[in-house]
């Protein structure tokens, strides 16, 4: 078995937002037809638009340059100042978007522990729901989920729960969908079945989907609207655009199914490592295109640098995020798992 990579690139397993422009996107790229998006008068962002929409069955779609500013439009669109989000206290939006909505709309997070799968308890999401016309309390206002999290799947049947709990209480329901498609094709249903129950979702274009750049943020027209000013004002406005929608339309029509492979070489991925010595790896928690290895902490540095020595890179916390993508093959997943073995081996003799 080979122990370097199979192209001239590393192996890198830190993120799906490392992946490279396909051919066909940068000939899209190239011939894109092209305006002015600030004046809506760009056709490649609006045809993109109107497919991001499309696809998760809402009214409107706007494209933005980056997840974390699609999620924070979101949280401005849907929220005034001084009102609260519910969220969980390990998800993207509250821990790793710099403290956006409270930075610049003044909007307070009411993180709840996220659940092992992902979801939130709806009792505990329900308990912590401020009681209303009480101006001692924050308002609630929004409910926040995560699909996926952390590679795992939000089951539909506890979706259509949390719209109900939601509606209960008057709460709008924003979903960071930035790897959604990931979920619904593990799930094997369009991806409007899971935006749904959603009032708007915000989806990644530049991981799993291989895009270059953006996200689209989708919703109602009214909400898209809000969220259109919002970007303006905190600089996400983009000029000819279309030359990275263009890009985006190809992942849309090209790479959707294909997540599937991602899926498998992480399965692939996870069996491989799984009972080597000084690691542990549940197996079930791998659902879709992430692997989390939990190495004994003498080993952790050693073994960065034995991988990257060989060209492979891993994420420096631990557990270690290994996740596949659109750039990693099966055979490349095969490198990996022989430089594991040979490192743990040589380790534990």
């Not at 329901?173 to 749904?196: C, E, S, T, Y």
């Not at 899926?263 to 692997?291: F, K, W, Y």
């Not at 080993?299 to 990693?328: E, G, M, Q």
Request: aromatic share 4%.
């Amino acid at each position: 078995m080979s122990s370097t990579p199979s192209n001239s690139r590393p192996i890198d397993l830190r993120s799906d937002t490392v992946t490279r422009a396909t051919a066909a996107m940068r000939r899209a790229m190239a011939e894109a037809e092209v305006g002015d998006d600030v004046y809506g008068e760009d056709p490649s962002v609006n045809r993109l638009e109107a497919m991001a929409a499309e696809r998760l069955g809402k009214q409107a779609a706007m494209f933005a340059p980056s997840g974390t500013q699609s999620n924070l439009l979101a949280l401005l669109a849907h929220c005034e100042r001084g009102d609260e989000y519910i969220v969980g206290q390990m998800a993207h939006t509250y821990r790793w978007e710099g403290g956006g909505a409270a930075v610049l709309g003044s909007i307070q997070p009411q993180p709840i522990e996220m659940q092992s799968d992902g979801s939130l308890d709806l009792d505990r999401v329900q308990a912590a729901i401020k009681p209303a016309n009480d101006s001692h309390y924050a308002r609630s206002r929004l409910l926040c989920l995560e699909n996926t999290w952390q590679g795992r799947v939000l089951p539909l049947d506890y979706l259509q729960r949390a719209r109900s709990l939601a509606d209960e209480h008057g709460l709008g329901m924003h979903l960071d969908g930035a790897r959604v498609f990931n979920a619904a094709v593990k799930l094997g249903v369009p991806v409007d079945r899971i935006a749904q129950p959603f009032d708007s979702v915000s989806v990644c274009l530049s991981k799993g989907l291989g895009a270059p750049v953006g996200s689209v943020l989708c919703g109602d027209t009214a909400l898209i609207e809000r969220a259109r000013r919002w970007r303006k004002v905190t600089g996400g406005g983009m000029r000819q655009a279309g030359h990275l929608a263009a890009a985006a339309m190809v992942a849309l029509e090209q790479h959707v199914e294909r997540l599937a492979d991602d899926h498998a070489n992480a399965r692939r991925l996870a069996e491989g490592l799984h009972g080597l010595p000084g690691i542990d790896i549940d197996l079930e928690s791998v659902q879709t295109n992430m692997v989390f290895v939990d190495v004994a902490e003498p080993l952790r540095a050693p073994l960065r640098d034995h991988l990257k020595a060989r060209d492979i890179l891993i994420s420096a916390r631990n557990p270690a995020r290994l996740v596949t993508h659109l750039d990693i093959s099966a055979a490349d997943i095969d490198i990996v798992i022989d430089s594991f073995r040979s490192f743990l081996s040589a380790a534990s003799a």
